[in-house]
């Protein structure tokens, strides 16, 4: 798609910036059965929300909930009435509904027992599975429409690529996320995953441009950055060159 500016700044263009159409989606609560439970106000508001067309990362190591934070991002998107699509090749999805589960029991039914360990071990009582069901249909009648979840076993960005457009084309979604973005490390020649890795990130930024999505993606970076304190865009395990088409990296 090819745009091509007119030679003088329209008076329509003052008027779309006074309505805030440049702000992105805000993630500064999840709206459930009119809780608005606060979720992260002060990074939305630093970073004006996330945009569609843009493609963001949260990147850590190994086990620092990236999909925790993701999925609870997610359910703010959804909650405000847009329509996400969740890609993990890391978490199935019994794991990702007993997440949204508990987060629904804590937040809004105020039920601080239930816990994902709880849910693995089926130790619950019977007024933990009553609470259960109220989190369920609470998840149904806010999500089930608006959140969608296709999980597979390995990083395959040409399967990625038909389920966006699978979902872009039939479901009109909002929102892309992918969990976990990384390399393929079972193959021996690392120089060729980074150079996939790298190849893979601008077909998914091409992908969020086409079908005017807001993209969201994890990142696991080194071991090695165990410890420090500030971030950046070297930590990126290897695949440095990610950052041309990242909009904001967390």
């Given at each position: 798609?090819?745009?091509?500016?007119?030679?003088?700044?329209?008076e329509s263009f003052l008027q779309h910036l006074q309505e805030g159409n440049e702000m992105g989606e805000m993630?500064d609560t999840v709206d459930i059965e009119g809780e608005n439970v606060r979720l992260m106000p002060a990074l939305?508001?630093?970073?004006?929300?996330?945009?569609?067309?843009?493609?963001?990362?949260?990147?850590?190591?190994?086990?620092?909930?990236?999909?925790?934070?993701?999925?609870?991002?997610i359910l703010a998107f959804a909650s405000k009435g847009n329509k996400c699509l969740y890609i993990s090749n890391?978490?199935?999805?019994?794991?990702?509904?007993?997440?949204?589960?508990?987060?629904?029991?804590?937040?809004?039914?105020?039920?601080?027992?239930?816990?994902?360990?709880?849910?693995?071990?089926?130790?619950?009582?019977?007024?933990?599975?009553?609470?259960?069901?109220?989190?369920?249909?609470?998840?149904?009648?806010?999500?089930?429409?608006?959140?969608?979840?296709?999980?597979?076993?390995?990083?395959?960005?040409?399967?990625?690529?038909?389920?966006?457009?699978?979902?872009?084309?039939?479901?009109?979604?909002?929102?892309?996320?992918?969990?976990?973005?990384?390399?393929?490390?079972?193959?021996?020649?690392?120089?060729?995953?980074?150079?996939?890795?790298?190849?893979?990130?601008?077909?998914?930024?091409?992908?969020?441009?086409?079908?005017?999505?807001?993209?969201?993606?994890?990142?696991?970076?080194?071991?090695?950055?165990?410890?420090?304190?500030?971030?950046?865009?070297?930590?990126?395990?290897?695949?440095?060159?990610?950052?041309?088409?990242?909009?904001?990296?967390?």
């Amino acid at each position: 798609e090819i745009n091509e500016a007119p030679s003088e700044i329209p008076e329509s263009f003052l008027q779309h910036l006074q309505e805030g159409n440049e702000m992105g989606e805000m993630f500064d609560t999840v709206d459930i059965e009119g809780e608005n439970v606060r979720l992260m106000p002060a990074l939305s508001r630093e970073v004006i929300g996330l945009s569609k067309k843009t493609l963001n990362v949260f990147a850590g190591i190994v086990n620092t909930g990236k999909s925790t934070v993701l999925s609870n991002i997610i359910l703010a998107f959804a909650s405000k009435g847009n329509k996400c699509l969740y890609i993990s090749n890391e978490l199935q999805v019994n794991d990702l509904w007993s997440n949204f589960l508990v987060y629904i029991s804590t937040n809004v039914l105020k039920c601080h027992t239930i816990t994902k360990k709880k849910l693995k071990t089926g130790d619950l009582s019977d007024n933990e599975m009553v609470m259960l069901n109220k989190a369920r249909e609470i998840y149904n009648n806010t999500f089930g429409d608006k959140l969608y979840i296709v999980t597979m076993n390995d990083m395959n960005m040409p399967q990625i690529e038909k389920v966006i457009r699978k979902y872009s084309l039939t479901k009109s979604i909002d929102c892309v996320c992918v969990d976990t973005f990384k390399a393929d490390f079972v193959n021996e020649d690392n120089d060729q995953s980074y150079q996939d890795l790298i190849r893979d990130s601008r077909r998914l930024d091409e992908l969020k441009k086409k079908y005017d999505l807001i993209g969201l993606m994890t990142v696991q970076i080194s071991q090695t950055f165990n410890g420090s304190l500030v971030m950046d865009i070297s930590q990126l395990a290897g695949a440095k060159a990610i950052n041309e088409v990242l909009s904001t990296m967390f």
